[in-house]
């Protein structure tokens, strides 16, 4: 129970396209993040799952049977508002029980539950007060006790934690994952939050102009991005992105001509692309000062200290985005000065003209998180 | 704005002694002439008839009293019965204004349907007509129900002419309401009804009340005029028809008028002071952010 599909989903406002056909299934259980820029259309195609927004074309499938014309509550969706839409003039309480009362539900179960969801999100001590009266974390839980009392099978969160301040979201992020899996349901997050994105979810969705650029598991799309777009996106600082010419194909994968060096990149070459212009990319934190299988000079115009690491932004010849490199550590590395940042060719992706990545070789289960003991 | 200072006083709050002194001047001078007629009214029914025309005329009653209050009831002696027309009169106005208004203001402030626009202005075109030019069209049409010489004369002419500003009023004041709030109960799965009635009204309860007291202070004032053209009963006559009665042929009791005048909107004041207690700020706090 909590299975969802999309089904070329399409959502227009007049004559404007937000959603332009969106696939995609969801498995019971399954916590998925949806990212993209501002405007995208998360919010749309969120709206359009819970019933919110009417969904001009295709089909929105829960466990088996078409939803598209059934309000929420027959949907079996629950909601948390970006913006947490409490009653205000109710208490905490009355706030959590009003799906119940809705519902009509007898005053001893609906006491029951609530006092349940209160316990799970340590609200007890709240109960009687206004949420005028509560901090911006609290208010958040009352809003996600109001969804749960109603023990759906699906969650939809639209941003739910942007209106906090980033001690209190790291808290409640790790609260919504202890969430995730004491209730089990099948939980659809909107976020901006490239770190919230990472660390709750399964599977993330990448959204862009309407469409899915890319859906798979965080490390899978931050190893092996299958477009500029989501290699742009996915990682922060994001992407360097080197303009290269593709001097020949072997067997060991595509090599390039990048800054007047030569690469042989290990990702799995096309016929037909020597000669072509394309485009390479390294992460800021693939870089390494001074060696490595080529080595570009740059002149660092800002160079930010954290402590932790040390970041530097430069211009690069001929491009508009700046070329960024994180090292590890505080480096004594001033700006205005050059700077040899040194990458190594199996760090580095290769997108063609159309911004299509070539697959890399890499091996993902040495990349992802250890699975079982 | 907080005139005087303590320490805790934010800075922004802080005036010099000659503000201070320029804004109670202001405020002085203000409430004098707003409230000089009242004034003025008040001290003219304290003093005897024969005192009213001595020249110099002089503000301050010498040897004042209430006499003329008990002498209202002497000349007339349906004052409280007139009294309790005019509060029956408004009250029904207000109740039914309410009714009608509050369902409406949140259609306008939440649906949009076709010809929304046309209607709304057409309120605001309707009220800036006054009762008194639609009198005939009004007297012929009260006539052709058979409903000359009754209160509905005056109750229902009052209920039409109060809505538009009422609807305008409340309506500003459900739009501020967040619609995510329709939303949230909507995914909980409440109706239309349940959210209006559950939801809607309770926050919008400030500006209810605030509609309330417009709308009683405006039929409190309006009805004269439906009065005098719509009836002619004695006992159904408002206060301000039977205030008539202090203007006799020869001369006018104006101090028995006044005294009357102020007994009369007594209880109307009352009521509102009682009204303003509900008009709590701030119901929405917490809804959102
Ligand atoms: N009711 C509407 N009428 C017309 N256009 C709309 C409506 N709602 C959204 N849009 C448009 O649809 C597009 C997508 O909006 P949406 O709110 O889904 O973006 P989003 O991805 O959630 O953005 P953000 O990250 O800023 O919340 C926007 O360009 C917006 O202008
Ligand atoms: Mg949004």
């Known amino acids: 129970m909590g299975q969802l599909s999309l089904k070329n989903v399409i959502k227009t406002f007049g004559k404007f396209e937000v959603v332009k056909g969106v696939n995609l299934d969801v498995g019971e259980g399954?916590?998925?993040?949806?990212?993209?820029?501002?405007?995208?259309?998360?919010?749309?195609?969120?709206?359009?799952?819970?019933?919110?927004?009417?969904?001009?074309?295709?089909?929105?499938?829960?466990?088996?049977?078409?939803?598209?014309?059934?309000?929420?509550?027959?949907?079996?969706?629950?909601?948390?508002?970006?913006?947490?839409?409490?009653?205000?003039?109710?208490?905490?309480?009355?706030?959590?029980?009003?799906?119940?009362?809705?519902?009509?539900?007898?005053?001893?179960?609906?006491?029951?539950?609530?006092?349940?969801?209160?316990?799970?999100?340590?609200?007890?001590?709240?109960?009687?007060?206004?949420?005028?009266?509560?901090?911006?974390?609290?208010?958040?839980?009352?809003?996600?006790?109001?969804?749960?009392?109603?023990?759906?099978?699906?969650?939809?969160?639209?941003?739910?934690?942007?209106?906090?301040?980033?001690?209190?979201?790291?808290?409640?992020?790790?609260?919504?994952?202890?969430?995730?899996?004491?209730?089990?349901?099948?939980?659809?997050?909107?976020?901006?939050?490239?770190?919230?994105?990472?660390?709750?979810?399964?599977?993330?969705?990448?959204?862009?102009?309407?469409?899915?650029?890319?859906?798979g598991a965080p490390l899978e799309l931050y190893h092996k991005p299958q477009n500029l777009f989501v290699a742009g996106f996915i990682g922060n600082p994001r992407m360097n992105f080197l303009p290269a010419i593709c001097t020949g194909v072997s067997d060991a994968g595509v090599e390039v001509e990048v800054m007047g060096q030569r690469l042989s990149l290990p990702v799995a070459p096309r016929p037909g692309i020597g000669g072509a212009s394309l485009t390479l990319g390294i992460r800021p934190e693939h870089i390494a000062p001074g060696t490595g299988e080529a080595v570009v000079r740059v002149i660092p115009s800002v160079v930010e200290h954290l402590g932790q690491q040390t970041i530097g932004y430069a211009a690069v010849p001929g491009r508009e985005d700046s070329f960024c490199f994180v090292l590890p550590g505080t480096r004594a590395i001033e700006d205005d000065k050059p700077f040899d940042a040194g990458f190594a060719a199996a760090d580095c992706h290769l997108f063609d003209a159309d911004g299509q990545a070539f697959e890399r070789r890499v091996d993902m289960t040495t990349l992802s998180v250890p699975v079982g003991g | 704005m907080a005139l005087f200072r303590d320490e805790n006083t934010p800075m922004i709050d802080r005036y010099r002694w000659w503000e201070v002194a320029g804004i109670y001047a202001g405020i002085f001078?203000?409430?004098?002439?707003?409230?000089?007629?009242?004034?003025?009214?008040?001290?003219?029914?304290?003093?005897?008839?024969?005192?009213?025309?001595?020249?110099?005329?002089?503000?301050?009653?010498?040897?004042?009293?209430?006499?003329?209050?008990?002498?209202?009831?002497?000349?007339?002696?349906?004052?409280?019965?007139?009294?309790?027309?005019?509060?029956?009169?408004?009250?029904?106005?207000?109740?039914?204004?309410?009714?009608?208004?509050?369902?409406?203001?949140?259609?306008?402030?939440?649906?949009?349907?076709?010809g929304m626009a046309p209607v709304l202005g057409a309120f605001l075109a309707v009220s800036m007509f006054s009762g008194a030019v639609l009198l005939i069209p009004l007297f012929r049409l009260m006539r052709t129900l058979g409903l000359l010489n009754t209160y509905w004369a005056m109750i229902i002419p009052g209920v039409a002419f109060l809505i538009p500003s009422a609807i305008w009023l409340l309506r500003t004041y459900m739009m501020r309401i967040p619609v995510e709030l329709?939303?949230?109960?909507?995914?909980?799965?409440?109706?239309?009804?349940?959210?209006?009635?559950?939801?809607?009204?309770?926050?919008?309860?400030?500006?209810?009340?605030?509609?309330?007291?417009?709308?009683?202070?405006?039929?409190?004032?309006?009805?004269?005029?439906?009065?005098?053209?719509?009836?002619?009963?004695?006992?159904?006559?408002?206060?301000?028809?039977?205030?008539?009665?202090?203007?006799?042929?020869?001369?006018v009791v104006w101090n028995q008028l006044m005294a009357a005048a102020f007994m009369g909107i007594a209880p109307a004041v009352i009521i509102i002071f009682f009204l303003q207690r509900y008009l709590v700020g701030g119901l929405t706090a917490g809804a959102v952010k």
Request: charged content about 15%; some cysteine.
């Open chain 1, 30 to 215: 399954e916590f998925v993040v949806f990212v993209g820029p501002s405007g995208c259309g998360k919010s749309t195609l969120l709206r359009m799952i819970a019933g919110l927004e009417h969904t001009t074309g295709g089909d929105i499938v829960i466990d088996g049977k078409r939803v598209n014309d059934l309000p929420p509550v027959r949907r079996g969706i629950a909601m948390v508002f970006q913006s947490y839409a409490l009653y205000p003039h109710m208490t905490v309480f009355e706030n959590i029980a009003f799906p119940l009362r809705v519902e009509g539900a007898p005053a001893q179960v609906i006491s029951e539950k609530v006092e349940a969801a209160a316990k799970i999100l340590h609200l007890e001590s709240r109960l009687q007060q206004k949420p005028g009266m509560l901090s911006g974390g609290q208010r958040q839980r009352v809003a996600i006790g109001r969804a749960i009392v109603r023990a759906p099978e699906i969650f939809l969160f639209d941003e739910p934690l942007s209106n906090l301040d980033a001690a209190l979201r790291a808290d409640m992020r790790i609260e919504l994952t202890k969430l995730h899996k004491q209730l089990g349901a099948t939980m659809i997050y909107v976020t901006h939050d490239q770190i919230e994105a990472m660390t709750m979810a399964d599977r993330i969705v990448v959204l862009n102009a309407g469409y899915i650029a890319q859906v």
């Open chain 2, 182 to 251: 329709n939303e949230a109960a909507y995914m909980d799965g409440a109706s239309q009804f349940y959210t209006f009635r559950r939801v809607i009204l309770p926050i919008a309860s400030p500006g209810i009340v605030v509609v309330a007291i417009m709308t009683f202070i405006g039929a409190y004032s309006q009805q004269f005029v439906f009065a005098l053209t719509f009836n002619s009963k004695t006992e159904y006559m408002p206060l301000p028809i039977g205030l008539f009665a202090f203007f006799g042929k020869q001369e």
């Open chain 2, 29 to 114: 001078a203000f409430l004098f002439f707003l409230l000089a007629p009242f004034l003025e009214g008040f001290l003219v029914s304290l003093r005897p008839l024969s005192q009213l025309f001595t020249s110099p005329y002089r503000f301050i009653p010498e040897n004042g009293s209430f006499e003329a209050y008990s002498g209202v009831f002497e000349r007339l002696p349906n004052f409280w019965r007139f009294v309790f027309n005019s509060f029956l009169i408004s009250t029904a106005v207000t109740v039914a204004v309410l009714l009608l208004v509050v369902p409406a203001a949140y259609a306008f402030a939440r649906f949009s349907f076709r």
